[in-house]
C-alpha cells in the first residue's frame, strides 16, 4: 500500500513505523505556506489550524501518490474526534473516492474498531515480527527524543552559531536510515557524542534562562507552525523544554491507565486544580504542566494556541490567575494562518527581557500584557 500520514515534528518515526509494517511509504513533504494554503482553500473557515494544514498535508501526499491515509483520531469534548470525517469528506468531494483514510482512535474508545484498523495496517507481516518491529521502534522514538531534549540544552550555550541545528539535521538523517535495534543503539551512542563535542560556553546555574513549551500537540510539536520556537529561544540563549514528546505521549495515551506513568497522573491532579473536568485537547495537561515547569524552577512559559482552538482558549482566559497564583511569566501566542513572524519575534524577545530582568532581581513582574509596554519605557529610558 502507498502509505503516508500528517506531518507533525519528527516525522520519521512514522515513516519507520510504515516500512517496518513493509508498506510502499510516501513522505510527505514538510509543511510550506503551500501546505497551507492547500488545507485552508479547502477547509471549513471556522476550523482550528491543525485541521487546514493537515488537510494541505493529504493533499501534497496524494500529489505524490498516496493511496493510504493514516492518522489518529481525538475524543472528548473538543472537535479533534471530527477531524478524521472532515477530512473523509473533503477529500470525497475533490473526487479522491480511490484514497482510503485509516482513522486511530484510542484503543479503550473502541477495541474492536481499533484491532480491525491494525489489521489492516499490519500488511500481513507475522505478528511476532510486528511485535518485535514494534519495540524497535517505542526505543527508536524513545532515543531520538532523548537525542532532541539534549538538543534543546546545548543550543542556548553553543558558540558557533547554529552548529546544534546542523548536528541535529544529521542526526535525524542517521536515524532514519536504521533498520535494526542493534543498529539504533550504534547509532544512538555516535549522535549522542556529535552532540557533546558540539562546543559550548560556560554559563553559571544561575544565569540560565529556562522556559517551558505548552499547548496543543500539533502547535507544539510542528515546527512549521510554530516558526521554529524552539530554534529561536535557543538561539537567543535560552534552554527549552516542551510539555509533550512523541515517546512520552506514547506513554501517556496509548497504554492503559492502571499502566500509566505516575508523572502524567500528577500532571492531571496539578492540572485539575484549574480545570476539574476534561475539556478535551491539552487543556489540562497544559495547566498541570506549567505548574510541573514551575516547580522544577523553570523560569517562563510559552504557551502556544491554535487561534479557535476551545480547549486552550480556556487554558488562556485562566493565565493570568495561574501567573499570578504560580508566580511565573506566561506568555500566550495564538497562532493561524494570518500570524506574523515579526510579531511573534518581538513578542518572544520582550518576554525573554522580562524573564532575565526577573532573573536579576530588577521586577518581579509576571504580566505578559504589559511586556511591550515595560520594553517600550526601557527604549524610552535608554534613549
Ligand atoms: S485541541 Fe484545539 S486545535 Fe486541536 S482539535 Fe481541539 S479545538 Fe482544534
Given at each position: 500500500m502507498k502509505v503516508s500520514f500528517p506531518y507533525m515534528g519528527s516525522a520519521i518515526v512514522y515513516k519507520k513505523l510504515f516500512e517496518f509494517l513493509e508498506h510502499e511509504v510516501i513522505m510527505p513533504p514538510k509543511p510550506t505556506q503551500r501546505t497551507m494554503d492547500l488545507g485552508v482553500k479547502y477547509?471549513?473557515?471556522?476550523?482550528c489550524i491543525p485541521l487546514k494544514m493537515v488537510m494541505g498535508t493529504y493533499l501534497e501526499a496524494i500529489e505524490k501518490g498516496a493511496k493510504v491515509l493514516v492518522t489518529s483520531g481525538g475524543h472528548g469534548p473538543c472537535r479533534a474526534g471530527f477531524y478524521g470525517d472532515t477530512h473523509r469528506n473533503i477529500l470525497k468531494s475533490l473526487g479522491y473516492d480511490d484514497v482510503e483514510l485509516i482513522i486511530f482512535d484510542?484503543?479503550?474508545?473502541?477495541w474492536r474498531a481499533f484491532f480491525r484498523n491494525v489489521q489492516k495496517i499490519?500488511?500481513?507481516?507475522?505478528w511476532h515480527k510486528v511485535i518485535n518491529r514494534m519495540y524497535t521502534l517505542y526505543r527508536f522514538v524513545q532515543k531520538l527524543d532523548e537525542l532532541e531534549k539534549m538538543v534543546q540544552k546545548i543550543r542556548p550555550y553553543?558558540?558557533?552559531?547554529?552548529q546544534t541545528t546542523q548536528v541535529w539535521n544529521q542526526i535525524q538523517e542517521k536515524f532514519d536510515k536504521i533498520k535494526t535495534r542493534k543498529e539504533l543503539y550504534r547509532v544512538y551512542e555516535e549522535c549522542k557524542q556529535m552532540l557533546l563535542s558540539i562546543p559550548t560556553r560556560k554559563v553559571e546555574e544561575k544565569d540560565r534562562i529556562r522556559v517551558g513549551i505548552v499547548g496543543e500537540i500539533y502547535v507544539v510539536m510542528e515546527s512549521s507552525i510554530n516558526f521554529g520556537i524552539e530554534e529561536i529561544l535557543g538561539n537567543l540563549g535560552v534552554e527549552v523544554e516542551r510539555s509533550l514528546y512523541l515517546f512520552e505521549w506514547i506513554n501517556d495515551n496509548l497504554v492503559p491507565w492502571i499502566l500509566r506513568p505516575k508523572r502524567f497522573k500528577e500532571i492531571i491532579k496539578k492540572g485539575q486544580r484549574y480545570i476539574k473536568i476534561l475539556i478535551g485537547g491539552h487543556a489540562v495537561e497544559t495547566v498541570g504542566h506549567i505548574i510541573d515547569f514551575k516547580e522544577r524552577g523553570f523560569d517562563g512559559i510559552v504557551h502556544l494556541m491554535p487561534f479557535a482552538c476551545l480547549p486552550e482558549l480556556v487554558t488562556q482566559s485562566l493565565i493570568p490567575k495561574i501567573s499570578k497564583e504560580v508566580d511565573i511569566p506566561i506568555l500566550s501566542l495564538p497562532i493561524d494562518e494570518q500570524t506574523g513572524k515579526a510579531n511573534m519575534l518581538t513578542r518572544i524577545e520582550a518576554f525573554i527581557d522580562l524573564l532575565k530582568n526577573r532573573k536579576k532581581g530588577k521586577t518581579k513582574e509576571v504580566f505578559i500584557d504589559n511586556v511591550q509596554e515595560h520594553v517600550e519605557e526601557e527604549r524610552v529610558v535608554m534613549v
Open positions: 477547509s471549513p473557515e471556522f476550523a484510542a484503543p479503550q474508545d473502541n499490519r500488511n500481513g507481516v507475522p553553543e558558540i558557533n552559531k547554529g
